[in-house]
């Protein structure tokens, strides 16, 4: 049952998005009626978060049933020894499932509260606690060790370090106060650490900070998808075009057994550690990341570079992953997204840039996928039906996963 608004959108976007889902093959097949039903169910799910909890296991370092275990032991500390199973993907064997709980109707709220930011919000929905950088406004007499109320403002509107807000705002749950209003806005210092302690979230979902760093990763399902799609092997060459953070580069590395080569691109030089700090903590070898625009990584002229770095030669990678940038309108929860149209609409030329340029990297017979984590047709539908039109020899492949 939805307990958080529908997704707020720029009236100018939710047409856009109605116009796409309402075309005029699914009015056809499903009745205006029904297509509008599950239009307005979409944009409810989107501001909930995903019913399960999704861990990969690096299956590079240890056994999925060792890493349950593990696991089992960690959210029976947690949750206080409240029974939670933990399910093995029934075909995506590296993967698991632990159910989220909620919403729960049954906290009562406080009288001292916390206003958050809403990509705090999201975070504290998916199992985070709040970080003081998250704290827009607390109340007046908050102290160390109080319970308080967690809100989200969803829309941007709290002033930083207002004493109360009466804006837009949604219910998160209760925690424990670790600081003082006056610690937490004294300004005296940037602090970092956990501001909140959630005790009584809505959703009761358990924390990964630290747990497991090296055996575990946190992904969404369709992310873990995705590479098994891509179906990566032993001694490949594979190219991760669009790569940061790095989760779908080191599911390729160990679903490959780290024997190969995996070279990850992305154009922000911190993203680019961060792909290299997860390869380090999940122990894998055969990834190298480069500081790269993945739309010059062709090689224009014939003379080939002797290290191995980008820009490449045509036809040098058996398999290439473009994740490619997107409006990212189905990543979940999100309650509030304010672009605007022009915003929204304005990924499809470099996906097409990065899209050409992964063509021309793949090896006769090797294997591309394109994926988004996005909603929007003109992001995946209609970029595929591009694709096959722009390069003909291309062969649209079933997806078995």
Not at 18 to 46: C, D, P, W, Y
Not at 113 to 118: F, L, P
Not at 177 to 205: C, D, Q
Request: charged share 20%; glycine share 6%.
């Amino acid at each position: 049952m939805s307990i958080f608004p529908k997704i707020s959108l720029r009236l100018e976007v939710e047409n856009y998005l109605k116009a796409g889902f309402m075309n005029k093959e699914i009015v056809s097949a499903l009745g205006k009626q029904e297509a509008e039903r599950k239009f307005e169910t979409l944009l409810n799910h989107l501001s909930h978060p995903p019913s399960f909890t999704t861990v990969r296991v690096n299956t590079h370092l240890a056994s999925v049933q060792h890493v349950k275990n593990l696991l089992f032991d960690e959210l029976q500390k947690q949750f206080n020894g409240l029974s939670v199973p933990i399910l093995q993907h029934p075909d995506l064997q590296d993967v698991l499932l632990i159910p989220v709980i909620g919403p729960r109707k049954n906290i009562k709220k406080q009288q001292c509260e916390a206003v958050v930011g809403a990509q705090c919000g999201n975070a504290v929905l998916r199992g985070a606690h709040v970080y003081v950088p998250g704290i827009v406004s607390a109340s007046k007499f908050v102290k160390a060790g109080d319970i308080i109320s967690v809100y989200s403002d969803i829309k941007g509107k709290c002033k930083k370090g207002a004493k109360e807000f009466d804006g837009t705002k949604v219910f998160l749950g209760n925690g424990i106060s670790e600081l003082s209003r006056k610690e937490i806005f004294n300004g005296l210092r940037e602090l970092k650490g956990i501001g909140v302690r959630m005790t009584e979230p809505v959703y009761l979902s358990p924390s990964f900070d630290n747990v497991l760093s090296s055996y575990i990763f946190l992904q969404n399902l369709p992310s873990a998808v995705v590479t098994h799609v891509l179906d990566p092997q032993p001694g490949e060459r594979i190219l991760d075009l669009c790569a940061a953070p790095g989760g779908k580069t080191t599911h390729i590395a160990a679903l490959m057994h780290d024997q190969g080569e995996v070279i990850a691109l992305d154009k922000i030089s911190n993203k680019v550690e961060k792909i290299k700090q997860n390869a380090l903590l999940l122990g894998l070898n055969s990834i190298r990341a480069f500081c790269f625009d993945g739309t010059k990584a062709l090689k224009l002229d014939t003379v080939k570079d002797a290290e191995g770095e980008p820009p490449f030669l045509p036809e040098s990678f058996d398999r290439i992953l473009l994740d490619a940038p997107c409006s990212g309108m189905g990543q979940r929860p999100n309650m509030a997204c304010s672009w605007t149209l022009k915003e929204v609409t304005s990924y499809q030329p470099l996906q097409r840039k990065l899209f050409t340029v992964a063509v021309k990297l793949l090896k006769p017979g090797g294997v591309l996928v394109y994926s988004t984590c996005t909603i929007t047709l003109a992001e995946n539908e209609e970029q595929v039906a591009w694709a096959l039109t722009a390069f003909p020899d291309l062969q649209l492949q079933p997806q078995y996963i």
